[in-house]
C-alpha cells in the first residue's frame, strides 16, 4: 500500500488560498464568539470550562447559543478548508486528524456538557486530534518558523491531554491551572495557530510550489 508522505502539490488546482480563508475565518469567529459569550454570562471566570459556556440547565442566554452555534460553524468552516486542502494534493495524515477534530467539534455543539459522556467523548477527541493537525501540519511543506511554532504548540497541547486521562483532572498540573484553565492552554494555542496557518495559506500559496519541489522536505 502506498503511503502518502506530505504534500503533493497540484499547481492547476490550487485551492490553498480558499482553504486558508475559510480557515481564518472559522477560527477567528469562534474566538470571537467565545469571548462575547463569556461576557453574557453572568457570574462566569476563567476557572470554568469553555462548555459551561453552553452547559448549565436551563442554559443561560444568549452565551448557550452564541457557543453552540459558533463552535458548530467552526467545525464546519475547518471541514470545508480540509476539503480544498485535499483536493489541491494537501498531506492526508494532517487532513484526517483535522476532519476528525472537526466532526466532533460539531458534536461538541450539538452535546452540550449536560448531556454528559457523549460530550465528554466529543470533546477529548476534539483536543487529541486537534493536538495531532497541528503537529503534522509540518507535512504540509511550511517553513521553519510556522514548522517550530506547530510543534510547540501541538506537543504542549497534547502534553497537558495525556495528564489529564492518565492521572485524571485531579493531578498537579490540572490543579495548578483548575480545569478551565487547563483547558484554555489546549484550545487557544491551537485556535491561535490554525488562525496563523490560515494566514500563511492565504498570503504565502506561492511558497509551498518552491519548497515542495526546490527545497524538498528535512
Known amino acids: 500500500m502506498k503511503i502518502q508522505r506530505g504534500s503533493i502539490f497540484r499547481p492547476d488546482k490550487d485551492y490553498y488560498r480558499i482553504a486558508g480563508i475559510i480557515m481564518l475565518v472559522g477560527a477567528l469567529q469562534f474566538f470571537m464568539a467565545v469571548n462575547l459569550a463569556e461576557t453574557q ?6 476557572t470554568n470550562t469553555l462548555s459551561h459556556l453552553a452547559g448549565t440547565v436551563p442554559p443561560v442566554e444568549p452565551s448557550a447559543t452564541v457557543f453552540n452555534i459558533s463552535v458548530i460553524l ?4 475547518t471541514l470545508i478548508s480540509v476539503y480544498f486542502i485535499l483536493k489541491s494534493g494537501g ?3 494532517f487532513s484526517a486528524c ?18 454528559g459522556s457523549l460530550h465528554i467523548l466529543f470533546t477529548s477527541l476534539t483536543f487529541i486530534f486537534g493536538s495531532l493537525a497541528v503537529i503534522f501540519s509540518y507535512r504540509l511543506g511550511l517553513n521553519i518558523p510556522m514548522v517550530i511554532v506547530s510543534l510547540v504548540v501541538g506537543f504542549t497541547a497534547l502534553m497537558i491531554i495525556i495528564c489529564g486521562l492518565v492521572w485524571g483532572i485531579g ?3 490540572i490543579n495548578y491551572l483548575t480545569i478551565g484553565g487547563a483547558e484554555r492552554f489546549i484550545v487557544y494555542p491551537v485556535l491561535l495557530y490554525l488562525i496563523a496557518l490560515g494566514g500563511y495559506l492565504t498570503s504565502r500559496g ?11 522536505y528535512f
Open 98 to 115: 483535522l476532519a476528525i477534530s472537526s466532526l466532533c467539534a460539531i458534536g461538541i455543539g450539538v452535546f452540550p456538557s449536560y448531556t
Open 41 to 46: 454570562f453572568p457570574g462566569y471566570t476563567t
Open 91 to 93: 498531506c492526508r495524515l
Open 206 to 216: 506561492e511558497d509551498w510550489v518552491r519548497i515542495r519541489f526546490t527545497d524538498g
Open 74 to 77: 467552526l467545525g464546519v468552516l
Open 171 to 173: 493531578n498537579p498540573l
